[in-house]
């Protein structure tokens, strides 16, 4: 596609619930971001993963949260034992590495967690 | 490592007004800037960046901004606002390679244009 695509546009789960919430970058980008925008928080950094490299996973806020991205495309970011506060906006970002100055966003995932 | 700060959550304006929509930033290492709005339930959409060169940048939709590297800012501009520009605006920093390279924003100016 054209852009950077994800999925489901909006999740409600009870909580306790694990959830997964998937990405598609755009085509040839090397460089996949993952973001959270809350009321509370703002846009904030979760992960970043860099071709083959090990990802920088230093903006994830717990242990419930971790993420993979298979064959160097399509991400997954995994919430498990969701709760209240993880209610918020998900972000998926990609840019090519080292040309890649410009993060290009898709539309966001709406998680609401009852 | 890097912040930014959006002194102003809201901005009220009338159409076909001037706007400025200041951003400062903070950084031990040289960095990129960005500008980008979000319109209501939608994604975010880049404004404009500076990368290096001439300081005043120019984005899409009339939109411009100026890098003052002395005083660390990057404030939004735009001479004369419509309606459709109402939307909220995050200024955002990000160092040049590798885990640097993650995008650090600030909490967001909302535009609100009124007739």
């Known amino acids: 596609g054209a852009g950077v695509s994800q999925s489901p546009s909006n999740k409600v789960t009870e909580k306790g619930k694990d959830v997964e919430l998937r990405c598609d970058p755009i085509?040839?980008?090397?460089?996949l971001y993952w973001y959270r925008q809350s009321l509370g928080q703002g846009l904030e950094f979760l992960i970043y993963?860099?071709?083959?490299?090990?990802?920088?996973k230093s903006g994830l806020p717990s242990d419930r949260f971790s993420a993979e991205r298979t064959g160097g495309s399509v991400s997954t970011l995994t919430i498990q034992r969701t709760q209240q506060e993880d209610s918020a906006v998900y972000l998926c970002?990609?840019?090519?590495?080292?040309?890649?100055?410009?993060?290009?966003f898709g539309p966001g995932t709406r998680l609401l967690v009852l | 490592a890097q912040s930014v700060t959006q002194l102003d959550s809201q901005v009220p304006v009338f159409e076909e007004a001037p706007v400025e929509l200041r951003c400062n930033y903070s950084?031990?290492?040289?960095?990129?800037l960005f500008w980008y709005v979000q319109y209501p339930n939608q994604g975010l959409q880049l404004l404009l960046k500076?990368?290096?060169?001439?300081?005043l940048v120019k984005g899409i939709n009339g939109f411009e901004a100026e890098f003052n590297k002395s005083q660390t800012s990057f404030h939004l501009r735009k001479p004369s606002v419509h309606i459709s520009d109402t939307a909220e605006y995050f200024c955002?920093?990000?160092?040049?390679?590798?885990?640097?390279?993650?995008?650090?924003f600030g909490t967001g100016t909302r535009l609100q244009v009124t007739l």
């Open positions: 970002a990609s840019s090519f590495r080292d040309r890649g100055e410009t993060q290009y």
């Open positions: 085509s040839g980008h090397t460089a």
């Open positions: 993963f860099q071709g083959n490299s090990a990802p920088d």
């Open positions: 950084s031990s290492v040289s960095v990129y």
């Open positions: 500076y990368l290096s060169g001439s300081t």
């Open positions: 955002a920093v990000r160092g040049y390679t590798g885990t640097a390279s993650k995008l650090t």
